[in-house]
């Protein structure tokens, strides 16, 4: 299967490389034409801080930061942001004019939650959602819902790829989108033209990379 992957360069920067991959996948909830592979992306450190940098200028002008909660893996990605961000005169009205970095636990059965010890991160704080990938904008509805349960003022959702421009009336700042992958496709599993035409499944797919079946 990796002999099919196809790299999808940034055009805003050459070091930010998409690794994707097509043929028939299944996620948690629906069935995709692409597996999009941000692996290296999210892991090693030259291409985090690049896709950060890129991020962060889509918040230039905004007035306050205070928090970064992180989706898929994105951590490395969150910390860059949070320095770029800094670096770019984003102000936060923490005690310490520093952003917070967090990730939303996950229990059992889905549910988003942030334990007592961490909810001064995100109570009344100016918040930006980032996440690996938002296709059918469902995990990152979840996150928002969590993060506006806590009461945290959403100041902007960064994804790394999105195929959706905006998710919960709030739009999505995305490195790559749609016309990078101008064929991408997102299906419940049992509308999937792939599998109605009797194609195998490659693999199962998530935030965390995939298993060949």
């Known amino acids: ?18 690794r994707v991959i097509k043929g028939h996948f299944a996620t948690s909830h629906s069935h995709v034409n692409y597996f999009v592979d941000m692996t290296t992306l999210k892991s090693r450190q030259a291409e985090a801080k690049a896709a950060a940098e890129i991020l962060a200028r889509k918040y230039a002008s905004t007035t306050y930061v205070d928090t970064i909660v ?14 770029s961000l800094t670096k770019v005169g984003i102000m936060s ?11 939303p636990e996950a229990r059992n059965d889905g549910q988003l939650i942030f334990r007592d010890n ?6 009344g704080k100016h918040v930006i959602l980032l996440t ?4 059918t904008g469902r995990t990152v509805s979840r996150a928002l819902e969590c993060i506006q349960y806590y009461d945290g003022k959403i100041e902007g959702i960064s994804a790394i790829f999105s195929a959706v421009s905006s998710t919960e009336n709030v739009e999505v700042n995305a490195i790559f989108g749609p016309k990078d992958i101008s064929d991408y496709e997102s299906y419940e599993a049992s509308k999937c033209p792939q599998c109605k035409a009797k194609v195998k499944l490659d693999a199962i797919i998530n935030s965390y990379g995939y298993s060949k079946l």
């Open 1 to 18: 299967m990796e002999s099919r992957t196809t790299k999808i360069y940034s055009e805003t920067n050459g070091n930010v490389v998409l």
């Open 70 to 83: 992180c989706m898929d893996g994105c951590e490395v990605i969150g910390a860059y942001l949070a320095e």
């Open 93 to 103: 009205l923490n005690m310490h004019n520093t952003i917070y970095v967090v990730t």
């Open 118 to 123: 961490m909810q001064f991160m995100i109570k």
């Open 132 to 135: 690996a990938n938002a296709t």
